[in-house]
Antibody, heavy 119, light 106 residues
Framework: EVQVVESGGVVIQPGGSLRLSCAAS????????MHWVRQGPGKGLEWVAL????????YYADSVKGRFTISRDNSKNAIYLQMNSLRTEDTALYYC????????????WGRGTTVTVSS | DIQMTQSPSSLSAYVGGRVTITCRAS??????LNWYQQKSGKAPKLLIY???SLQSGVPSRFSGSGSGTDFTLTISNLQPEDFATYYC?????????FGQGTKLEI
């Protein structure tokens, strides 16, 4: 079964740092780009970041650029999201998603991990 | 950044009915337009990619059309399980952006 599973979400104070993980299985991981997408409480979806299959290219939403870093370890079939200088507006459910390799649609999603930034 | 605007923000329909949701981009995204369905408390699910291609396993009552800046998602013969929130998303230019969502209610 093709799946991705996120972990690492916690309650953290503003200004803190956190690393989310996403474990992939059931597909040839190093053939696919991977995304992070988030959803604030009661809000819509916000694309956060993408990393290409080899880690050679990374792209970010303006709202996280300079604070978040996406990375991957193809030997572990995993991607990560290092989140620094966290703000209350970063509070959200963070989804990991597999790219379909067809015009960058996201065809497999995890259940998400919750990050709450609060003092 | 490309702004994606969906209309309506919410709508009501009957089982067996037909609805159309519109998505407009602030600049051309050619056919780099995807549609997702999200049910309450669940992860999004890819329905349509490349504006009009049906994702594997998605019922044929879902269809997409459009190119450039104007796109539509049409759901025919609505089923109870179709009542959810729908999002469009452009994957033409970084940063990728989603529409604000359309909530479809019974």
């Amino acid at each position: 079964e093709v799946q991705v599973v996120e972990s690492g979400g916690v309650v953290i104070q503003p200004g803190g740092s956190l690393r989310l993980s996403c474990a992939a299985s059931g597909f040839s991981f190093d053939d696919f780009s991977m995304h992070w997408v988030r959803q604030g409480p009661g809000k819509g979806l916000e694309w956060v970041a993408l990393i290409t299959w080899d880690g050679g290219n990374r792209y970010y939403a303006d709202s996280v650029k300079g604070r978040f870093t996406i990375s991957r370890d193809n030997s572990k079939n995993a991607i990560y999201l290092q989140m620094n200088s966290l703000r209350t507006e970063d509070t959200a459910l963070y989804y990991c998603a597999k790219d379909s390799n067809v015009l960058y649609a996201m065809d497999v999603w995890g259940r998400g991990t919750t990050v709450t930034v609060s003092s | 950044d490309i702004q994606m605007t969906q209309s309506p923000s919410s709508l009501s329909a009957y089982v067996g009915g037909r609805v159309t949701i519109t998505c407009r981009a602030s600049q051309s995204v050619t056919v780099y337009l995807n549609w997702y369905q999200q049910k309450s408390g669940k992860a999004p699910k890819l329905l349509i990619y490349s504006a009009s291609s049906l994702q594997s396993g998605v019922p044929s009552r879902f269809s997409g059309s459009g190119s450039g800046t104007d796109f539509t998602l049409t759901i025919s013969n609505l089923q109870p399980e179709d009542f959810a929130t729908y999002y469009c998303q452009q994957s033409f230019i970084f940063p990728y952006t989603f529409g604000q969502g359309t909530k479809l209610e019974i």
